[in-house]
């Protein structure tokens, strides 16, 4: 939804909210192995770094290394970056000489 538009990330800091509050709660831990992904999938989406370790974290205890495998590259990209350079479009961000290099060699670019 607003693919390529600022409004695609408007309730980021909602979800990540909510879905703190439910794993405070427990929730996740109450569902399905298959379905918890979706609790951790907000701090996945985060640019923060704390939120990127966070989901690495949560991703290991799920025993799913494709799971696994895209927290890690979510993270690293925010390590190296502090942002997802993908975004910079819609978010009216300049990008980097590094970040174009990025995106012109990166064959999963949303």
């Not at 923060?48 to 290991?60: P, Y």
């Not at 997802?84 to 009216?92: C, E, I, V």
Request: glycine share 4%; with cysteine.
């Amino acid at each position: 939804m607003f693919r390529d538009d600022a409004r695609s990330f408007a309730t980021d800091a909602m979800a990540r909210a909510v879905a703190d509050a439910a794993l405070a709660r427990g929730f996740d831990r109450a569902t399905d192995l298959p379905m918890r992904q979706f609790f951790y999938l907000p701090f996945m989406h985060s640019e923060a770094l704390a939120d990127q370790d966070r989901c690495v974290r949560l991703s290991e205890e799920l025993n799913d290394a494709e799971q696994l495998r895209y927290a890690r590259e979510h993270r690293d990209v925010i390590k190296k970056f502090g942002r997802f350079p993908h975004r910079n479009r819609a978010l009216g961000r300049v990008t980097t000489p590094t970040e174009q290099e990025f995106l012109d060699n990166d064959d999963e670019s949303g």
